[in-house]
């Protein structure tokens, strides 16, 4: 079995396309999509197929931004707000 890096469930891409490239690309600019999800270069509507420099830009995570609980974790690591209070009358007097 060889071993490596594990396989990713949400990894992600780009077209990276240069200043010369079809509309299609331009319009696939800035845009992550799901490596399963990104079409094949050229791309089907491509005018110039045969000159086309476009080329993919890999991501281990298709989101940009972390999602809000992973920023609020590392926010507050090592801050207890809870209190610890018993049960009964006695532990508040």
Same mark, same amino acid.
């Given at each position: 079995? +060889?071993?490596? $890096?594990? @396989? *990713? $469930?949400?990894?992600?891409?780009?077209?990276?396309?240069?200043?010369?490239? /079809?509309?299609?690309?331009? *319009?696939?600019?800035? &845009? @992550? *999509? &799901?490596?399963?999800?990104?079409?094949? &270069?050229? *791309?089907?509507? /491509?005018?110039?197929?045969?000159? /086309?420099? /476009?080329?993919?830009?890999?991501?281990?995570?298709?989101?940009? =931004?972390?999602?809000? @609980?992973?920023?609020?974790?590392?926010?507050?690591?090592? =801050?207890?707000?809870? +209190?610890?209070?018993?049960?009964?009358?006695?532990?508040?007097?």
């Amino acid at each position: 079995m +060889v071993e490596g $890096k594990p @396989r *990713l $469930k949400y990894r992600g891409a780009e077209v990276i396309a240069p200043e010369d490239a /079809c509309d299609a690309a331009r *319009l696939l600019t800035n &845009l @992550r *999509l &799901l490596s399963a999800d990104v079409p094949p &270069l050229p *791309l089907k509507t /491509c005018d110039r197929p045969a000159t /086309c420099k /476009c080329k993919y830009r890999h991501f281990d995570d298709r989101r940009r =931004v972390f999602p809000r @609980r992973v920023e609020h974790a590392t926010r507050y690591r090592g =801050v207890e707000r809870r +209190v610890r209070r018993g049960k009964r009358d006695s532990d508040y007097t």
